[in-house]
């Protein structure tokens, strides 16, 4: 149970709808898992295996779920983080989750840059829309998520650390899976 699996399914029930929406910008569901799958390539081409963790830094622009749902479809764990973040907490959080690469979007490049010097973990810096075709010529796509089990770590979310160090709270995938199921119920059904 990948959590990426609901991205290949409503891409096969949805596939012509718009799926992401910015300004006047559309990605159909198609387009997004298409987009979602080269970035896992991507991702697997930097030496990432299956379990490890996958640091992305990005406001909210396409780039944020098509390399979020790349890392997962290449079977990865996503530690996202606040482009407002200094580089200080950046590096924290980079050691502290044991990222194998950061993703940033380039508006934040610069802080995430000095994060990862310091931590040594290797940064990609994608535009607004995702991985370039640049970045992606050479890797191959992947064709399908990589499998995991429901109770793999999915996403590592940070606390504010307001009485102390930020601490990871680790979600797996049958936690996100819970989650949405119960929004769909709760939002979209009622």
């Known amino acids: 149970m990948n959590l990426a699996d609901n991205l290949v399914s409503a891409a096969e029930r949805f596939g012509e709808r718009a799926a992401l929406r910015l300004d006047d910008d559309t990605i159909t569901y198609a387009e997004f898992l298409g987009q979602a799958l080269a ?13 490890d963790r996958i640091a ?12 979020f749902y790349g890392a997962m479809l290449a079977g ?6 606040n482009p407002l973040l200094s580089v200080r907490e950046m590096g924290y ?5 044991g990222a194998k690469a950061v993703f940033a979007v380039d508006a934040v490049a610069e802080t995430v840059t000095k994060a990862a010097a310091e931590t040594g973990v290797p940064v990609v810096v994608v535009g607004p829309g995702g991985p370039s075709a640049e970045q992606l010529d050479g890797t191959t796509p992947l064709t399908a998520p990589v499998p995991r089990t429901g109770s793999d770590i999915a996403t590592i979310l940070y606390t504010s650390g307001t009485t ?10 049958d ?12 939002l979209v059904e009622a």
Do not use: F, W
Not at 39 to 47: D, F, N
Not at 176 to 184: D, G, Q
């Open 39 to 51: 970035a896992a390539g991507l991702v697997r081409s930097l030496g990432v295996e299956p379990g």
């Open 56 to 67: 992305l830094v990005s406001p909210n622009v396409p780039a944020y779920p098509i390399v």
């Open 76 to 81: 990865c764990a996503v530690v996202p983080m």
């Open 93 to 97: 959080y980079l050691t502290d989750s």
């Open 164 to 173: 102390g160090q930020p601490k990871g709270a680790l979600l797996t995938h």
């Open 175 to 186: 936690n996100l899976a819970s989650n949405a199921r119960t929004s769909a119920v709760a």
